[in-house]
């Protein structure tokens, strides 16, 4: 598929997604067909029976399956948009969950057809999606929870304010006819005062004698407590199991009035499942192997280039040995260092040369000897370039000249050199 295409269908999926979260149930639809076709779809429709992998993953595969962000991304949103088309269901969120692990699943059927998104077919993968999805609905959960108004509040409707009463008449006083003297109040016992101790110790107090007040004494514990306690458990006990009856049997009636639903539902998984079970035992086809027609064979390799003699370690011996002041000419080395043997009965003089020039046909050298005070200059040319063998085949010739430091010319003559392997 081209790029254009690719971001087109992106965003025909991106929109189809949007008004699946404003409840329309075809958008969903529509999203789940054209996502599953996606795959097959970058192949031109060529697809084959998927082999996939059935082995349960090992808790370090799970960790690393966990750090595939954009899958759990993705299927935490599928499972968001499965709660939207569940909402009128009770168990909304076991039916979210059980779509987004059967997408998972066809997603993954449908990578091992066609070689395409992670390009294979394993259980493991499903880890990833069913984490996104285990997210998206502890996220929405808490989310309900939180927008769940608490069982106390109600909206009362307020009711007009109510006239107020009309205030009881009061009693008028009455007075004792003339000539009749009211009885006079019964007389008030003196209260009572204690006198503080001696020690300005706190005391009893003043309207409780202390003839009343009782000493204290350890009560021992009731031995009944233990079994009022124990009946407090078993009550809540009794408690607990009443809550789970009355919730299995709300959920046994749901279940019998939506049982066409549940048995829909529950055949479609089984087929799902009765598929997704054949297509992974079909047997994967053989690759085809297309016969190719006798070519000719490709030309051998040329051989490798010879060495050439200017670059081969050794050293080259004069075809006449002369002598320059008590000391006489041995041997010319080029490789590794150019440098001029002199030597003389017990020893041997190596000169080195600061100005050398050499390439593959010539070789130009000027070689200075300080403590005898004389110049050696060797000017020549290889006849063959290549590396021989033969040791009475001369390989360089080539013209010595030496001179003193005055610029007399001390020795002039031209010789042939024939090479040698190092020592």
């Known amino acids: 598929m081209s790029p254009l295409a690719v971001r087109v269908g992106a965003g025909v999926l991106a929109l189809l997604a949007l008004i ?3 409840g329309k149930r075809w958008a969903y639809l529509a999203f789940v067909v054209l996502g599953l076709l996606y795959f097959p779809a970058q192949t031109h429709f060529r697809v084959h029976a998927p082999k996939c992998e059935q082995l349960l993953p090992t808790m370090h595969v799970l960790v690393l399956s966990l750090h595939n962000y954009a899958y759990i991304a993705l299927f935490a949103a599928f499972y968001w948009m499965s709660w939207v088309q569940f909402r009128r269901a009770d168990a909304r969120g076991v039916w979210a969950l ?36 285990l997210g998206a609905a502890l996220l929405l959960a808490v989310w309900s929870r939180l927008r769940r108004k608490p069982a106390y509040v109600r909206l009362v409707r307020p009711h007009p304010a109510a006239a107020p ?14 000539g009749v003297v009211p009885a006079p109040p019964p007389p008030v016992p003196p209260r009572r005062v204690v006198p503080p101790p001696p020690d300005f110790s706190p005391g009893p107090r003043p309207g409780t004698p202390s003839a009343d007040i009782a000493p204290t004494h350890e009560v021992a514990p009731r031995e009944g407590g233990a079994i009022a306690a124990r009946r407090a458990v078993v009550q809540r006990l009794r408690a607990i199991l009443g809550r789970l ?37 079909l047997p994967a086809p053989a690759p085809v192997v297309t016969e ?18 200017s670059e081969a370690e050794g050293y080259y011996e004069p075809s006449y040995q002369f002598t320059i002041s008590d000391r006489r000419f041995t041997r010319l080395t080029l490789r590794p260092q150019p440098l001029v043997t002199f030597a003389r009965p017990g020893t041997r003089d190596e000169v080195g040369c600061a100005d050398a020039r050499i390439s593959p046909a010539a070789v130009h050298l000027r070689c200075e000897f300080e403590r005898v005070g004389i110049m050696v200059t060797i000017e020549g040319q290889f006849p063959s370039r290549s590396v021989t063998s033969r040791l009475d085949a001369p390989v360089l010739n080539a013209l010595v000249t030496v001179t003193n430091t005055r610029g007399e010319t001390l020795f002039r003559a031209r010789e042939s050199f024939y090479w040698h392997a190092p020592d």
């Open 20 to 22: 699946a979260l404003r």
């Open 98 to 133: 059980l779509a987004t692990l059967l997408i998972g699943a066809l997603v993954e059927i449908a990578e091992g057809m066609t070689m395409t998104g992670r390009g294979h077919c394993r259980v493991r993968d499903l880890v990833p999606d069913a984490a996104g999805a």
């Open 165 to 178: 009463h009309p205030a009881a008449p009061t009693s008028r006083a009455v007075v004792p006819p003339r």
């Open 292 to 309: 190719q027609p006798n070519a000719e064979p490709p030309p051998p390799p040329p051989p490798p280039p010879r060495p050439l003699q």
């Open 245 to 281: 009856r009355e919730m299995l049997q709300r959920l046994w009636t749901t279940i019998r009035g939506r049982r066409r639903t549940v048995f829909v539902g529950v055949g479609l998984l089984a087929l799902v499942g009765a598929g997704a079970f054949v297509i992974l035992r």
